[in-house]
């Protein structure tokens, strides 16, 4: 039996728009015809994959009549039902269409602003039908190339109006669902409003229920600026915001590539997934990436497969390194070292008393900053170890 074969209970998932990508970039038309999405939830389940997300449009086209809508719908449920599929998230396209041209919550357009959110309220009527408690927000309009009309804090207040706005929607309608927003920082704005997740972060708390809003972070946005996934994973899970995140891999400074995760830089993905299953996080293992623009359908599922497969591996890697004696040792050791100061630290919380007692602590600061940290033969086996030496 292969023991990297995904199964139901990984909670691997892929969204309409990944499996679906037809290869069509901004120099070339698609490369391959686009996926009907029932025969792409069926695919999907036969690979081992737990979920399948969309956006509005990926299900239903833009303009679809109300007999259309329910007649994909219908058969949409039966594929899932079928299938033992499910929909754990759903998000609304607000950056396709040219009525967003200039944004969609934050357009300075007063009508596009309505516009939007009563698309979404839509959006998030039918991902609830269908089963969804994750609705994710990606600006990917909602930013600038020009600040000469549009104040930026202008533009936040409009978001923050358009969120609460459909907050109240969500709650007034008694639904079981948490928003999560998605930061990027650029693309296909110049400059995207809500660029990291530290930027989100701050926003959140700005809001009417903050406890009702998390975070998605992606690999790619977070690495496209050169920052670290890791860090930012982290911070989004020591802040209890990590409410859904989303895997690829990236070149830095590259536009949005959104490779097979693991494909690219395989030492952070270990990372990932190492915070991931060492944090407790039950949320879905979800890939939003897509197929080389080079490859068929055949390839579309070669790609998705190897996404989850990269997963399982790496997650067994983070199973060794948690039972390898040299790397284990090596950590007690550095701990031990870590935890000898026995003085007054922040860490028991501000009294008047402790910072007089850590005013007047003596340290040998020449000692303590002479002590190496071994950090190089730490690094060394982590690469030995995903290299398969270990």
């Not at 391959?32 to 956006?55: Q, T």
């Not at 449009?57 to 007649?71: A, K, Y």
């Not at 207040?157 to 927003?181: K, P, S």
């Not at 068929?296 to 890697?317: H, N, P, Q, T």
């Amino acid at each position: 039996m292969d023991r990297f074969a995904p199964q139901k209970g990984d909670k691997f998932s892929f969204g309409l728009w990944t499996v679906g990508n037809t290869g069509r970039d901004a120099w070339g038309d698609p490369t391959r015809p686009p996926l009907d999405p029932v025969h792409s939830v069926h695919r999907l389940a036969e690979l081992g994959a737990w979920g399948v997300k969309f956006h509005d449009d990926d299900l239903v086209p833009f303009g679809s009549s109300q007999h259309e809508r329910d007649r994909i719908v219908r058969e949409f449920k039966q594929a899932l039902s079928d299938s033992g599929m499910v929909v754990p998230m759903a998000t609304t396209n607000l950056f396709s269409h040219p009525v967003f041209r200039d944004g969609a919550f934050t357009s300075a357009d007063a009508a596009v602003r309505a516009f939007a959110v009563q698309k979404t309220m839509r959006a998030i009527d039918l991902g609830v039908e269908l089963g969804a408690t994750t609705y994710v927000f990606w600006g990917g309009r909602e930013g600038a190339e020009v600040d000469a009309y549009r104040d930026p804090g202008e533009a936040i207040t409009r978001f923050r109006e358009a969120i609460n706005f459909l907050l109240g929607y969500v709650r007034d309608q008694g639904y079981d669902l948490r928003f999560a927003i998605e930061p990027k920082p650029n693309e296909p704005r110049g400059d995207a409003y809500l660029p990291t997740v530290g930027h989100a972060l701050a926003f959140i708390a700005t809001l009417d229920h903050p406890e009702m809003v998390g975070l998605n972070p992606e690999f790619a946005h977070e690495t496209m600026t050169g920052l670290n996934f890791v860090h930012a994973l982290g911070q989004a899970i020591e802040a209890g915001k990590l409410f859904h995140v989303d895997l690829n891999d990236q070149r830095m400074g590259r536009f949005d590539q959104d490779y097979r995760f693991a494909s690219e830089d395989p030492k952070r993905a270990f990372y990932v997934v190492k915070l991931l299953e060492a944090s407790g996080y039950a949320g879905p293992r979800h890939f939003d990436a897509k197929a080389y623009r080079m490859e068929d359908e055949a390839g579309v599922w070669a790609f998705a497969r190897g996404c989850m497969r990269s997963y399982l591996i790496l997650k067994e890697k983070a199973r060794q390194f948690d039972a390898d004696g040299e790397i284990q040792g090596l950590l007690a050791e550095l701990r031990a070292a870590d935890t000898a100061y026995a003085g007054p630290t922040a860490a028991t919380g501000y009294s008047s008393e402790a910072a007089a007692a850590l005013k007047a602590q003596s340290f040998d600061a020449a000692a303590i900053g002479a002590i190496g940290r071994r950090q190089e033969e730490l690094d060394q086996l982590v690469i030995e170890l995903l290299l398969g030496v270990r």
